[in-house]
């Protein structure tokens, strides 16, 4: 059965402290890895997208990585406004053009 | 619009009734998706379409929740003989180039809260 699970469910962070968020993925042929921000009341909006083990990506103060097993979002130096829940989807091969989402990561950074 | 667009974005129905969600997906987008998210949870996948055909309902909860998007281009959820248990935020999203490899843009949702 295809899972997308992520951890941990909350990170609290002083301004400043650099931290990693997980999502690990059990799916049959990966065809895609997306992270997502949510801010409260919102959409999720997007961030990046991960196609092979070896990715990289990078904007302001996130990368992202992504191995056969799991994708990590680093938040390097983190601010006030970088606090929200951080969500990750996979498309899987042969199950069509949907989305499946893990149940995220609340992320507050504290000034 | 510049956006996806859903209306309205706060719906109160008693249980029983019908109600029809909206959504109006990025001008030239090819795919178009519901979901439905609980507080604290990620989205959960419901149905989505490549222009105008439904490609995939398998996440439709039951027979009470149908969807259609007749011009490829605005999609209606309805839900039937609403219960208190499909009380949620619904969201639809969009993507270019057929969803293939490519990201959604979510809406700001509808919540539904059934009385």
């Known amino acids: 059965e295809d899972q997308v699970t992520q951890s941990p469910e909350a990170l609290r962070l002083q301004e400043g402290e650099s931290s990693s968020l997980n999502c690990s993925y059990t799916?049959?042929?990966?065809?895609?890895l997306f992270w997502y921000r949510q801010d409260p009341g919102k959409g999720p909006e997007f961030l990046f997208t991960?196609?092979?083990a070896g990715e990289e990506k990078e904007k302001e103060r996130l990368k992202a990585t992504l191995t056969k097993k799991e994708s990590f979002l680093h938040i390097t130096a983190p601010k006030p406004e970088d606090s929200a829940t951080y969500l990750c989807?996979?498309?899987?091969?042969?199950?069509?053009?949907?989305?499946?989402f893990g149940t995220g990561t609340s992320l507050t950074v504290i000034p | 619009g510049a956006g996806v667009s859903q209306s309205p974005r706060y719906k109160v129905t008693k249980r029983g009734q019908d109600v029809a969600l909206r959504c109006d997906p990025i001008?030239?987008?090819?795919?178009l998706y519901w979901y439905r998210q609980a507080l604290g949870q990620g989205p959960e996948f419901l149905t989505y379409?490549?222009?105008?055909?439904?490609?995939?309902k398998s996440g439709l909860p039951n027979d009470r929740f149908s969807a259609e998007r007749p011009e490829g281009s605005i999609s209606t959820l309805t839900i039937q003989r609403t219960e208190q248990r499909d009380s949620a935020m619904y969201r639809c999203?969009?993507?270019?180039?057929?969803?293939?490899?490519?990201?959604?843009?979510f809406g700001q949702g509808t919540r539904l809260t059934v009385v």
């Open positions: 999203a969009s993507s270019p180039r057929g969803g293939l490899n490519t990201e959604a843009f």
């Open positions: 989807a996979v498309q899987v091969r042969n199950t069509g053009n949907q989305f499946y």
């Open positions: 991960l196609y092979s």
């Open positions: 799916v049959s042929g990966l065809r895609g």
């Open positions: 379409f490549n222009y105008e055909a439904q490609q995939d």
């Open positions: 001008s030239g987008h090819v795919s």
